[in-house]
C-alpha cells in the first residue's frame, strides 16, 4: 500500500505561518523598528518570551512546542555570525498523536569562546514506518518513546570561524508497532539504550544566523554508539552539512545546501541516515547512506518581508540481505518571510513544499537550514 499523500497537511500550517507572520508584523514591537534613536540598542535586552513554536513536520504532523524562553544576545564574535543564548522548557503536541516534554539551555561562556548546549526530555512520538529500503512503501504505524540527554561543548579555535565539539548522550527507547513487528525487524528488539559520544569540526561565516546573505556554514561530525559506552547496539556514523550564500540576481541571495551520511553497524532503524528535504518527511526514504542537495533563491519584497523559492533533490541507497536498494527525489516550493529585528533578528514564516508524497506546508521561524 502506498504511503498516505502530505496533500491534506498544507492548508493548516500555510495558514497558521502567515498568521503569526503577520501578527509579529502588525505588533508594537515590530512597528517601532522604523523609528529613529535606540532600535538598535533595544534589539540586545534579555527578553523572555513564551511563544508557541510551531510543528509541521509531515512525519508527525502539525503541533506544537510552547513553554517560556529567556534570550539573550550572545557574544560579538570574532568571526562569523553572532550568537543568541537560550534556556527554558516547553511542551510538546502534535496532531499525529506525538506527545512529550523538554528542558534545553545553550550558553556562551569565556567571551563566547565556549559554548554549552544541554537538553533533557522525553517524548512519545507517532511515525509511519515505510520499510527498511527506500524502495519501499509500507504504511504500518507505530510509536516510539524516548526519555534521555544530550550535553555538548564547544570551543572555538583562535579568532577565526573554526571550532571543535564534542557530544555525549544517553537514552532509552521503545518501539510499538500497531500490528506487531515487520517480517524484516523480527530479530531487532523493541527496546534500546542509545548512548555513545560526538566529535564535530565546524567552520561558520555567516554574516547571520536566521537570514544569511553571505557566508557558510560548514560541519564535519562523527557519532559512535558502542556497549562500552552503554549503547546496546553499535553504529558508527559520519555526516557533512554544509550551507553557503552569494549574491544572486539583482537584490537576491543564492544558496545551496547539502547533506551527506553515512552508517556502519546495527543500529535500530529509525537512527540510519535519511533524505532530509523540505517536501519530504523525516525518515521516509532512510539507508545506510543519504544525501540531500536543495537550492533556495530569496528576494526582499519590502523593508522586513522576503519571497523565497527552493527546489531540491535527495538519495537514500540500502543494502540487506546483498540486495542493493536505492530511491531518489526531488521536491521544490515557495516561501514568504518577515523579520523581526528586535526579537534578536529571527524570522518568521511559511514554506511550502511538493514532493514525491503530496504537498506539505512549514511553519518557519528562522532560516530553514539554521543551526
Known amino acids: 500500500m502506498p504511503l498516505p499523500t502530505l ?16 501578527t509579529i508584523a502588525g505588533s508594537p514591537c515590530a512597528q517601532a523598528q522604523d523609528a529613529p534613536g535606540d532600535a538598535e540598542a533595544e534589539a540586545d535586552e534579555d527578553r523572555f518570551l513564551v511563544v508557541p513554536y510551531p510543528i509541521t513536520e509531515p512525519a508527525i504532523g502539525s503541533g506544537v512546542f510552547a ?38 539551555d545553550h550558553r556562551a561562556w569565556d567571551g563566547g569562546r ?26 504500518l504505524g507505530f510509536d516510539l518513546s524516548m526519555v534521555g540527554f544530550s550535553v555538548q561543548a564547544e570551543r572555538s579555535l583562535g579568532k577565526g570561524p573554526d571550532s571543535v565539539g564534542v ?67 553499535e553504529q558508527q556514523s559520519l555526516k557533512l552539512d554544509w550551507a553557503g550564500y552569494r549574491a544572486g540576481p539583482g537584490k537576491s541571495t543564492l544558496g545551496l545546501r547539502t547533506i551527506v551520511e553515512a552508517s556502519a553497524g546495527d543500529p535500530p532503524f529509525y537512527l ?12 521516509r526514504y532512510a539507508g545506510e ?33 546483498g540486495d542493493r536498494g536505492c530511491k531518489s527525489v526531488a521536491t521544490g516550493g515557495v516561501g514568504v518571510r518577515f523579520k523581526a529585528v528586535k526579537l534578536f533578528g529571527l524570522t518568521f514564516g511559511v514554506d511550502v513544499a511538493r514532493g514525491p508524497d503530496g504537498t506539505a506546508g512549514y511553519i518557519q521561524i528562522g532560516n530553514a537550514w539554521a543551526r
Open 114 to 139: 565556549w559554548r554549552s548546549t544541554a537538553v533533557a526530555g522525553k517524548a512519545d512520538i507517532r511515525l509511519r514506518y515505510a520499510g527498511l529500503s527506500p524502495k519501499e512503501d509500507q504504511d
Open 67 to 104: 513553554g517560556p524562553v529567556w534570550m539573550r544576545a550572545g557574544p560579538a564574535a570574532g568571526s562569523g555570525p553572532s550568537k543568541p543564548q537560550a534556556y527554558g522548557i516547553g511542551a510538546l503536541w502534535t496532531s499525529g498523536g506525538s506527545r512529550g516534554f523538554a528542558a534545553f
Open 272 to 283: 540510519r541516515p535519511y533524505v532530509a528535504l523540505r517536501g519530504v518527511a523525516k525518515m
Open 7 to 22: 496533500r491534506r497537511r498544507a492548508p493548516l500550517p500555510t495558514a497558521c505561518g502567515l498568521l503569526l507572520a503577520g
Open 167 to 233: 557530544r555525549v548522550f544517553a537514552a532509552r527507547s521503545e518501539v510499538a508497532f500497531d500490528l506487531g513487528l515487520p517480517p524484516e525487524l523480527a530479530g531487532e528488539a523493541r527496546k534500546a539504550d542509545i548512548a555513545g559520544i560526538g566529535l564535530s569540526w565546524t567552520r561558520d561565516t555567516r554574516d547571520d544566523v536566521f537570514t544569511p546573505s553571505r557566508g557558510q556554514s560548514l560541519s564535519l561530525g562523527l557519532t559512535v554508539h558502542a556497549p562500552a559506552l552503554g549503547a546496546s547496539f
Open 289 to 321: 547512506r543519504a544525501a540531500s542537495a536543495e537550492l533556495e533563491l530569496r528576494h526582499p519584497a519590502g523593508k522586513r518581508w522576503d519571497v523565497l523559492g527552493f527546489a531540491g533533490g535527495g538519495r537514500a541507497c540500502s543494502t540487506r540481505d
